[in-house]
């Protein structure tokens, strides 16, 4: 199978918030905690140029773009897998992120995936 370069449907949109409700709807049941994972590499060539730019100082735009992109790619997992679940809504969202190795960093994107209804 050979890569097209067509890229996936976007992941449905749910309403999602850090705080622990929504001031229009109450959470009908918890469905549980839902993440996405994504670990990037910069490469060795755009890595290169992103270490001369560090070294002149400024904002470093390579990894300014991947770490955009990687929270994207992870948050739109998260969705996912609270479509899965049948969620329609996800609370207490966070980001995380580490670095593995000297070129490697891993994003989650989780949270709470609920049932929403609206308030009476």
């Known amino acids: 199978m050979t890569d097209t370069g067509a890229t996936a449907p976007a992941a449905p949109q749910l309403p999602i918030t850090t705080a622990l409700e929504f001031p229009e709807w109450q959470i009908a049941r918890s469905l549980g905690m839902v993440y996405g994972v994504v670990v990037r590499s910069m490469g060795a060539i755009k890595g290169i140029g992103a270490g001369l730019k560090a070294i002149a100082g400024g904002e470093v735009k390579?990894?300014?773009?991947?770490?955009?992109?990687?929270?994207?790619?992870?948050?739109?997992?998260?969705?996912?897998?609270?479509?899965?679940?049948?969620?329609?809504?996800?609370?207490?969202m966070r980001?995380?992120?580490?670095?593995?190795?000297?070129?490697?960093?891993?994003?989650?994107?989780?949270?709470?995936a609920v049932l929403l209804e609206p308030r009476t």
Do not use: K
């Not at 955009?68 to 992870?74: K, L, Q």
């Open 62 to 92: 390579q990894y300014t773009r991947l770490v955009e992109d990687s929270r994207r790619h992870a948050l739109d997992r998260m969705i996912e897998n609270a479509a899965v679940l049948g969620a329609n809504g996800i609370v207490s």
């Open 95 to 112: 980001f995380d992120s580490s670095e593995m190795g000297q070129s490697l960093t891993e994003i989650v994107a989780y949270g709470t």
